[in-house]
T-cell receptor, first 113, second 118 residues
């Protein structure tokens, strides 16, 4: 069974631009969560989607948004990029809700110049 | 508020030594889940274990063992006879119970970087 895949793996953008990251969950998994990892703040929860609905949202500004498609694939978008958005963005999928094991993808390394 | 504390920022051991990674958590929920993840240099988080708050049995999986104590709000992780391949950052995480369908976001500790030297 293929794991969680994320594209692209690396991305370089400049301040003010926007970016879209993609995540394909493990086949059969319906829940997708996104996390941001930075050296200063560590791993922080962004949002969770289940059956195309946002179920939970972390404490991030509205520039961070996401969506989930009917095939459970998910995208997250960051608009008006800031230097502080440079981070590793990790996507995780799980079979159901209820705090099942979350399986993580390799992440997208975003650098904002 | 929920919080996970991993007081050890970095630990360095020599191969074959035993090492324990500490994790202390805070939550007001009576039902919650605790996790350990490993993050090797490649960056991908690897799931190690999940424990629910009603199961205080210790668990052993090969060289790995976990000690869950609700009385001290701790969920410590021990690696016996460490190996160089165990070198990674280890994260402890906490999640609320499932309310309203949400899987509950993971609250991570800051991580402990383990270096195992040959």
């Amino acid at each position: 069974k293929a794991g969680v895949t994320q594209t692209p793996r690396y991305l370089i953008k400049t301040r003010g631009q926007q970016v879209t990251l993609s995540c394909s969950p493990i086949s059969g998994h319906r829940s997708v969560s996104w996390y941001q990892q930075t050296p200063g703040q560590g791993l922080q929860f962004l949002f969770e989607y289940f059956s195309e609905t946002q179920r939970n949202k972390g404490n991030f500004p509205g520039r961070f948004s996401g969506r989930q498609f009917s095939n459970s694939r998910s995208e997250m978008n960051v608009s008006t990029l800031e230097l502080g958005d440079s981070a590793l963005y990790l996507c995780a999928s799980s079979f159901l809700q209820a705090s099942n094991e979350q399986f993580f993808g390799p992440g997208t390394r975003l650098t904002v110049l | 508020a929920q919080k996970v504390t991993q007081a050890q920022t970095e630990i360095s051991v020599v191969e074959k030594e035993d090492v324990t990674l500490d994790c202390v958590y805070e939550t007001r929920d009576t039902t919650y889940y605790l996790f350990w993840y490993k993050q090797p240099p490649s960056g991908e988080l690897v799931f190690l274990i999940r424990r629910n708050s009603f199961d205080e049995q210790n668990e052993i999986s090969g060289r790995y063992s976990w000690n869950f104590q609700k009385s001290t709000s701790s969920f410590n992780f021990t690696i016996t006879a460490s190996q160089v391949v165990d070198s990674a950052v280890y994260f402890c995480a906490l999640s609320e119970a499932n309310y309203g369908g949400s899987q509950g976001n993971l609250i991570f500790g800051k991580g402990t970087k383990l270096s195992v030297k040959p």
